[in-house]
């Protein structure tokens, strides 16, 4: 069992930026590719970013790639998401997500957070 918990969501101007973090319960952390997705109202739940176990690999989605950063730390049980020059159609409920395999689709992921909201205006 792996627990997360999010935290660094808010409320920004178009061209700030954010840093998010979800936190991983138990010794078991480095065993778990890390992701983060995102849902805005009315869409589904859409791939951000991943992490392999212990941060050699990366993938991101098409519209953040070159402005959102995902790492980990894997002696604080970290993983991080950060955002820059955010844009308003980042606008989502931002979650992170554990699994065995690294992968950027929603279904195999096992383990979610509570999700943290993260508003930009224009």
């Known amino acids: 069992q792996v627990q997360l918990v999010e935290s660094g969501g808010g409320l920004v101007q178009a061209g700030d930026s954010l840093r998010l973090s979800c936190a991983a319960s138990?010794?078991?952390?480095?065993?778990?590719?890390m992701a983060w997705f995102r849902q805005a109202p009315g869409k589904e739940r859409e791939f951000v970013a991943a992490?392999?176990?212990?941060?050699?690999?990366?993938y991101y989605a098409d519209p953040v790639k070159g402005r959102f950063t995902i790492n980990r730390d894997n002696a604080v049980n970290t993983v991080y998401l950060q955002m820059n020059s955010l844009k308003p159609e980042d606008t989502a409920v931002y979650y992170c997500?554990?699994?065995?395999?690294?992968?950027?689709?929603?279904?195999?992921?096992?383990?979610w957070g509570q999700g943290t909201q993260v508003t930009v205006s224009s």
């Open positions: 997500a554990a699994n065995k395999n690294l992968r950027t689709e929603v279904a195999p992921y096992d383990y």
């Open positions: 138990g010794r078991t952390f480095s065993s778990y590719a």
């Open positions: 992490i392999s176990r212990f941060g050699r690999t990366t």
